[in-house]
């Protein structure tokens, strides 16, 4: 479900025509639907009502502030990979004991800031990393709650790309290894182990590969329990799909009912790192027609968006609807969705059915909520997206759209560089 809909013929997000936003902010241009934003998230932490659980939006999905203000005056907590999600997270008010952290490579510089911050976990994913935040903790002189990410070879069925819990995977500590991991853990003085954490892939769109892997946590549990280890937390990652195209994937719902099938009567308190699910389908990019040409059997839409904007396309050759904010009744015609950087990757969209565009029409990529605006970058020195916030009737510019002046923040021309003589 989500707030993107059609008023005769025309987009609108909530109550708002899409073109009234472009008038004022222009494109290309992230908008997202608070009312989606907020019923997405209630969805999925309602899905486990009766659990003691915490929802921990994972930000690398979409790191804006506003965003996270959103999620965290619902009461949820974010799941970091850096120091620099931990900065715009406590920046928006998220509360440090609601902060979760994974990552197979986190800094001493890193891990002394989340340490000071008093965050509820470190998701610790090598032998090395545990004693680095065990030293660094004892030198601060505090403790860190650990939980083991533990890698538990299971194949969460989706792109290679984006697969996290497979053995040949860099992700985690090989659940055989597991117990011997937890008693070197327990033996670190600065260490407090509460917790086992996972996270298997993201885009699942079958719920097996999850109960796959809760069932080997669930007995390394028990397993830890025997050696006196105390477990407190299970977390249990993010990584549930969302329809681009045809997908099919389980509602939270289905998968709260999985893991409640599952675990029963828990004394645990779980975990979730949920991105896609919540912020997928509530954001929308959208972009202009520049031009448009046909060669030799073959059209191009070339638009103002880009690589750049949304990597998605060229990274994972993934799928994202093509919509028009107005829809004319032009014929259909089949064409490539193209932006205006020099490669053969900058593409939206391939070989797609969409209406017939002219020069100065808007087009939706839809879904882009998720990973769209967190993965772009200023490559060929394309100042980066507006990011808008849409409630009810109203709009909000969450980010400015970038100026040049912004692309060339922090750069300096060493003095033995001499201006060029004319
Ligand atoms: N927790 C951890 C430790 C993760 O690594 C991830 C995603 C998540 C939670 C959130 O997963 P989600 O619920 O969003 O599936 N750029 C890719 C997706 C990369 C996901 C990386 N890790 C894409 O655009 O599809």
């Known amino acids: 479900m989500h707030h993107f809909h059609y008023k005769q013929d025309e987009l609108y997000c ?42 921990c939006f994972s930000m690398k999905s979409n790191p804006n502030l506003a965003i996270l203000r959103l999620f965290a005056n619902e009461g949820g907590g974010v799941d970091i990979v850096s120091g620099g999600e931990l900065f715009r997270a406590l920046k928006a008010g998220v509360n ?33 990393e545990m004693s680095k935040l065990n030293d660094t903790a004892a030198k601060l002189g505090r403790k860190a709650r650990v939980a083991i990410r533990i890698n538990p070879d299971v194949d969460p069925k989706t792109h290679p790309y984006i697969s996290t819990g497979l053995r040949e995977n860099k992700f985690g500590i090989d659940i055989r290894q597991a117990p011997g991991q937890y008693a070197l853990a327990a033996g670190m003085a600065n260490l407090v182990v509460s917790g086992v954490s996972c996270h298997i892939g993201s885009q699942l769109t079958q719920i097996s590969p999850f109960v796959d892997a809760l069932k080997k946590l669930k007995e390394l549990i028990v397993d830890l329990k025997k050696t006196g280890t105390r477990i407190e ?27 409640r099938e599952e675990l029963g009567d828990t004394p645990l308190t779980l975990i979730f790192e949920p991105g896609r699910v919540i912020m997928g389908n509530a954001g929308i ?14 059209t191009f839409i070339i638009v103002d968006a880009a690589m750049n904007d949304l990597m998605r396309p060229c990274l994972y050759n993934s799928y994202h609807r093509i919509q028009p904010v107005k829809i004319s009744n032009r014929p259909l015609v089949v064409a490539d969705i193209v932006g205006p950087i020099c490669e053969s990757a900058d593409f939206l969209a391939k070989a797609r059915e969409v209406q017939t565009y002219q020069p100065g029409e808007l087009m939706a990529v839809m879904s ?22 849409v409630k ?5 510019v969450i980010r400015n759209r970038e100026t040049f002046e912004d692309l ?4 300096a021309i060493p003095d033995f560089l001499t201006m060029p003589s004319p």
């Open 392 to 396: 009810s009737d109203r709009f909000f």
């Open 96 to 128: 440090p004991g609601k902060i979760v952290y994974s990552g197979v490579g986190k800094t001493g510089e890193d891990l002394e800031f989340a340490l000071k911050s008093d965050i509820l976990l470190f998701n610790v994913e090598s032998t090395q």
């Open 285 to 298: 990019l959208v972009t202009r027609v520049l031009y448009t040409k046909t060669t030799e059997g073959k």
């Open 233 to 259: 937390y299970l977390d249990l990652g993010g990584g549930l799909g969302i329809t681009y195209d045809r997908e099919e994937p389980p509602h939270p719902r289905e998968y709260g009912q999985a893991i």
């Open 14 to 55: 909530e109550e708002i025509p899409v073109s009234e936003v472009v008038r004022e902010v222009g494109t290309p241009l992230y908008l997202y639907s608070h009312a989606t934003l907020r019923q997405h998230f209630r969805a999925f932490d309602d899905s486990f009502s009766g659990l003691k659980h915490l929802t």
């Open 408 to 411: 060339t923040r922090g750069e």
């Open 368 to 389: 882009a909520g998720a990973y769209g605006f967190s993965m772009s970058s200023n490559y060929n020195s394309r100042p980066r997206a507006a990011e808008v916030m």
